[in-house]
């Protein structure tokens, strides 16, 4: 008998009672820390949902992509998760992202872009050369030129 059938469901809701607490206690206190807690640990731990040090818009893209995984919740305790895990666990200032360098997970992550849209990043930067301006961005097929002006102040060329 494998080790993971003779877990049964008491086990586990006494697994999390016991470990609950020490989850709660990580959490800075704060408006949405409930939410945050409630909804965060719907599918993954806790460290998990706060390791990242994002600013609001990571935060933000976080959020999205769980509710489009399927996190449940309303739009209300969702923005106040956002607003709780900006301001508990702010990113730290990054250095503009030099857009003739950086790598496709670089345009996931630090633009939000889909990871077929960051691979059509480097595709047309591979096939016409070094980007010059954000001009140049907007000109990616399949790539909605106002993800790059939204962040034109985190670009360098």
Not at 81 to 96: C, H, I, M, R, W
Not at 146 to 157: I, M, N, P, Q
Request: proline share 5%.
């Amino acid at each position: 008998m494998r080790l993971a059938s003779r877990w049964s469901t008491e086990h586990l809701l006494l697994g999390f009672l016991l470990f609950a607490p020490a989850a709660w206690a990580q959490l800075p206190d704060g408006q949405g820390k409930e939410e945050t807690l409630k909804l965060c640990t719907q599918c993954h731990e806790l460290e998990r949902s706060i390791a990242p040090r994002q600013d609001r818009d990571g935060w933000q893209a976080t959020v999205d992509k769980m509710v489009r995984l399927g996190a449940k919740g309303t739009d209300k305790d969702f923005a106040v998760v956002v607003e709780y895990l900006a301001t508990s666990f702010p990113g730290d200032q990054l250095p503009k992202l030099n857009v003739n360098s950086a790598k496709a997970i670089d345009f996931e992550s630090r633009l939000s872009l889909k990871r077929s849209e960051a691979a059509a990043v480097i595709a047309y930067r591979e096939k016409n050369g070094p980007f010059k301006s954000v001009e140049d961005l907007k000109k990616i097929p399949g790539v909605d030129p106002g993800k790059f002006e939204s962040k034109r102040d985190k670009l360098s060329f």
